[in-house]
Nanobody, 116 residues
Framework: QLQASGRGLVQAGGSLRLSCAAS????????MGWFRQAPGKEREFVGS????????YYINSVKGRFIISRDNAKNTVYLQMNSLKTEDTAVYYC???????????WGQGTLVTVSS
């Protein structure tokens, strides 16, 4: 129901934009999140955006570099990643929160590799 795209290999300092398109799920009324899992590490929360787009959260390590946005008309959420660092290398996932506190609908993940 969620399809993340935009995987790629980029040099440190570069930029990349990930998209999360929804099918059979309308995300316009849902809070959405981005997560990532680096090799050998647990999945971590990266940031989130409220259903209206008015409230956004980011973990400290990406603040000022990553921007989450959404286009509800396109049923899509974006993660713009700037000033990428090698430590940003991970599989990135988008997720939707359809009911309670937890994110319960997940995309399949897309790989981002940042080279030095």
């Amino acid at each position: 129901q969620l399809q993340a795209s935009g995987r790629g290999l980029v040099q440190a300092g570069g930029s990349l934009r990930l998209s999360c398109a929804a099918s059979r799920l309308t995300v316009s009324g849902l809070d959405m999140g981005w997560f990532r899992q680096a090799p050998g590490k647990e999945r971590e929360f990266v940031g989130s955006i409220s259903w209206s787009g008015g409230i956004k959260y980011y973990i400290n390590s990406v603040k000022g570099r990553f921007i989450i946005s959404r286009d509800n008309a396109k049923n899509t959420v974006y993660l713009q990643m700037n000033s990428l660092k090698t430590e940003d290398t991970a599989v990135y996932y988008c997720a939707a929160r359809t009911g309670g506190v937890s994110y319960d609908v997940w995309g399949q993940g897309t790989l981002v590799t940042v080279s030095s």
